[in-house]
Every structure is written in structure tokens, then in C-alpha cells.
């Protein structure tokens, strides 16, 4: 019998978790990080594939967590992936948040650009103010941007309402809009 991911992820021994897991996670994984690179170019140093395994090995070495399922593997993925993408751009930062852009397009112009890596960090900073006033929106929104998960995995995940998660997602939206355009 199939053993399903929540039972590998709380029964086995790290090496067991990652011979067996990595397989079932990986294409998903893979996805959400070529969603997040779609219009890059090939010469940046942060490739999908090497945001994937560095996302997964973060995920797999955590023995002090109960794992509830999929969503929660996926929606602590978007966290890992989001602080590694943090992590990067931070290192290639040069300059202060905002830059020289003015207004901003949430769902269209923020996409991962290693190239504007104050974007990143700018997309971070408001993330972790919101988190300040509104967890849960913040949470939805690191789950949908970083986690590319779907609005009932995200309720199913935080144990709302899909309803719930769609108002939070609208408002967290505008929020980090108006926060990034420093109307906040």
C-alpha cells in the first residue's frame, strides 16, 4: 500500500523522508518556482531547479514538526521559498526599498526578478508589516505568491472559509500596494 505524504513526512527517519518524499514534491515544487521565474532570463544565478532543492532540503530536515498534510508541507514550502528568494535578493541589494519605480501592479509587475532584487525585499518588508495588523493576510498572501497554492488549499491550510481567504487575498493585495507605492 501507498504510504501518503503526511505519514512519510512524521514516520521515517531523515534519510527515509528524503529518498521517498522528494519524488512526490518535486514536480509541484517545480512548478510554483518556474511561476516565479517565468520571465527571466538564463543568466541569472538563481536558477527553478536550484530554488526547488534548496526549498525542499529546508522543509525535509525539520524533525520538531507535526505534519498535517500536503497543504501544510506546501504552505511551509512558500514560506521556505519565499525566505530563500529574500535571502538572495538581499545579497544582490544595493539599494534601499523603492528604488526609483512608483506605482505597482501586485499580481502582474511583482514577479521574482533576481535583476530587482529592492523589489523582493520590498515585497518582504510589506509582508512582514502586514503580518503585524493582519497575520492570516499575510500568510495568504506568502502561501498564493510564494507558495503559488489555490484559494481552498489556502482555507483548507488556515482553516477558514474559501470566502475568507479570497477577501483577505483582495485586501492584503491593496494593502501591500498602497504600502509599496508608500501611501501606508
Do not use: C
Request: proline residues 2%; hydrophobic residues 40%.
Amino acid at each position: 500500500m501507498k504510504e501518503n505524504l503526511t505519514q512519510l513526512l512524521n514516520n521515517r527517519t531523515l534519510d527515509e523522508r528524503s529518498d521517498k518524499i522528494y519524488p512526490l514534491v518535486y514536480e509541484n515544487l517545480h512548478l510554483i518556482s518556474e511561476k516565479l521565474f517565468q520571465r527571466e532570463s538564463n543568466k541569472n544565478t538563481l536558477q527553478p531547479t536550484l530554488l526547488v532543492n534548496e526549498a525542499y532540503l529546508n522543509l525535509i530536515d525539520q524533525d520538531n514538526i507535526e505534519w498535517q498534510g500536503k497543504t501544510h508541507f506546501y504552505a511551509l514550502g512558500a514560506r521556505a521559498i519565499r525566505r530563500i528568494l529574500v535571502d538572495h535578493a538581499r545579497s544582490k541589494n544595493t539599494i534601499k526599498r523603492g528604488g526609483d519605480w512608483n506605482k505597482v501592479d501586485f499580481e502582474n509587475a511583482i514577479i521574482f526578478n533576481p535583476e530587482k532584487s529592492d523589489m523582493t525585499l520590498a515585497l518582504d518588508e510589506a509582508i512582514e508589516h502586514l503580518k503585524q495588523k493582519h497575520e492570516r493576510q499575510a500568510d495568504v498572501v506568502e502561501m498564493k505568491f510564494f507558495g503559488g497554492m489555490k484559494m481552498q488549499e489556502i482555507a483548507d491550510e488556515l482553516g477558514v472559509s474559501i470566502k475568507t481567504v479570497e477577501v483577505d487575498w483582495t485586501v492584503a493585495k491593496q494593502w501591500i500596494r498602497m504600502f509599496l507605492t508608500k501611501e501606508v
